[in-house]
């Protein structure tokens, strides 16, 4: 690898800021430097015109803004050519009708390899250095996933999607109990920290690639698999494995989701079933599953005790709005899911979500937490959207030592913009009114820019110093099929 020096603006939430020193951490640095080393890790940053001596021979790559890689904590593979299904409705009956059928489909080796290149392609597209991926049912196109993030050079953690019980349309996804255990166990075996260097005790924890155990959600399993995961989990989390589910998405007019769980297993709260408390009246069954590397997407419906536990035992949440939107999930209510201490991240939610680019979500969250009732409402300001969008989820991750913004020490990880690759962009950020003061107009401009990004303007994705290889989405002549006669 050969060392560079970026020159551009950069902006990052600094240090190990939380969201109530987001403001206070963020940094701006208009004509900014940023060395990244020999090793792929960020050596110096500052005003350029302070580069220091030993730095001033490195080549200088120019963009117009240099942040950190965007990380989205929640995503689903064989979801990919899953977006804007219509006919869903709400949570239940999509997944009947929508994606069972559509996950059924990566059983065919050819359509997951399809499927694992097209999703490298738009995540390379729109910077997301780091993701939480939830997985295919299917071995073999949990391989494809994994074997192109390794090509690629992007970080993932991945696991594949449990189910052992459902309705019939889930049928092609169950596994029997006990294949289910052996799967996530191979499947740890496998991939987790596969490419980190184990003769040289590197840790596969802090490696590209890593694994999480992932049923669906509660209702996709059983008090058995329950168990079982508890079980191989209370192991695996020594190694750093991940955990990863659905938690109170939709209730809906009948309760929806959030009822069935409650009254499937007979327990107080949803969030109990992952907690080793799915017996009836919540009794203790198992293990939990909760942890600082345990991440649950959604959280809409959550009472205060389910947050406090969430908390308690630094599990994050992966906050979906875009999803939640296209589902009418409602939303996870902001001021008082931050206030319980949880970390809160972003995801795209890819399929119910239709946004892959992270800031496209932020500006998702920021129109509807404006738009919560009475004094729930909230206006993020511009260095909260940034740190949600990547320090937040570097460290749901357990990754900020690692990921998440500039600090030197840190591998690079970084997404860099050039607004002349997107017009619009560029004429905006031009031809707007800004405030006179230097402080006021770099928090303006950075709200402007997360706001009205768009892929064509990330231009060049990097992970721990390297460039990732973007390898645009080819079509094949005559695939478009669908709606022809014969
Ligand atoms: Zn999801």
Same mark, same amino acid.
């Given at each position: ?20 020193? +987001? ?33 001033? +021979? ?23 050519? =899953? ?20 996950? =059924? ?62 309705? +019939? ?51 996709? @399993? ?13 192991? =695996? ?22 009822? =069935? ?96 680019? @992270? ?128």
């Amino acid at each position: 690898m050969t060392a560079r020096v970026l020159r551009g603006h950069l902006f990052h939430v600094a240090g190990d800021a939380r969201l109530e020193t +987001a403001v206070a951490s963020l940094v701006s640095v208009r004509d900014g430097g940023l060395v990244v080393d020999d090793a792929g890790r960020i050596a110096w940053t500052g005003p350029y015109a302070e580069l220091p001596p030993a730095y001033a +021979a490195l080549p200088v790559t120019r963009a117009d803004f240099v942040l950190p890689g965007f990380v989205d904590t929640h995503l689903h593979y064989p979801q990919v050519h =899953a977006t804007a299904a219509y006919g869903g409705g709400r949570l239940l009956h999509w997944l009947d009708h929508c994606i069972f059928p559509t996950e =059924a489909r990566l059983a065919d080796d050819a359509v997951a390899a399809r499927a694992a290149a097209d999703f490298v392609a738009r995540r390379v597209a729109v910077g997301t250095t780091s993701a939480l991926v939830f997985g295919s049912a299917f071995p073999g196109a949990q391989d494809a996933l994994f074997a192109a993030h390794a090509e690629a050079g992007l970080r993932l953690v991945s696991g594949r999607g449990v189910q052992t019980t459902g309705p +019939a349309s889930a049928e092609p996804l169950l596994t029997s109990e006990d294949d289910a255990l052996t799967l996530v166990a191979d499947e740890i075996d496998r991939w987790h920290g596969r490419d980190a260097d184990l003769s040289r005790a590197h840790d596969p924890s802090r490696a590209l690639l890593q694994v999480a155990v992932v049923p669906r959600f509660a209702l996709s @399993v059983t008090r058995r698999t329950l168990r079982g995961l508890g079980e191989l989990y209370g192991d =695996a989390r020594a190694h750093g494995v991940y955990f990863h589910t659905h938690l109170s998405e939709n209730a809906g007019p009948d309760g929806g989701e959030v009822a =069935a769980v409650r009254s499937s297993y007979g327990v107080e709260s949803y969030l109990d079933t992952y907690d080793g408390r799915f017996e009836p009246g919540s009794r203790s069954g198992g293990e939990t599953l909760l942890g600082r590397r345990s991440i649950f997407a959604h959280a809409v419906h959550c009472t205060d005790a389910e947050l406090a536990r969430l908390a308690e035992t630094r599990s994050s949440i992966a906050h979906c709005p875009t999803s939640q939107q296209f589902l009418g999930s409602g939303t996870m209510p902001w001021r008082r899911t931050t206030a319980a201490g949880v970390t809160v991240a972003v995801g795209s939610d890819i399929g119910a979500g239709d946004r892959w680019l @992270v800031p496209g979500v932020l500006n998702d969250a920021y129109k509807v937490h404006l738009s919560e009732p009475g004094a729930a409402a909230v206006a993020l300001h511009p260095a909260e959207l940034l740190y949600t969008g990547t320090l937040a989820g570097a460290q749901a991750l357990d990754l900020d030592d690692l990921v998440g913004n500039l600090d030197v020490g840190k591998d690079a990880d970084l997404v860099l913009i050039d607004v002349a690759a997107s017009p619009p962009l560029a004429r905006r950020l031009e031809d707007g009114a800004w405030p006179e003061d230097p402080a006021e107009a770099d928090v303006a401009l950075l709200f402007t820019l997360l706001m009205e990004l768009r892929e064509e303007a990330v231009t060049s994705v990097v992970v721990k110093g390297h460039e990732v290889e973007s390898r645009p989405l080819r079509l094949v002549s005559g695939v478009l099929s669908i709606g022809r006669p014969g």
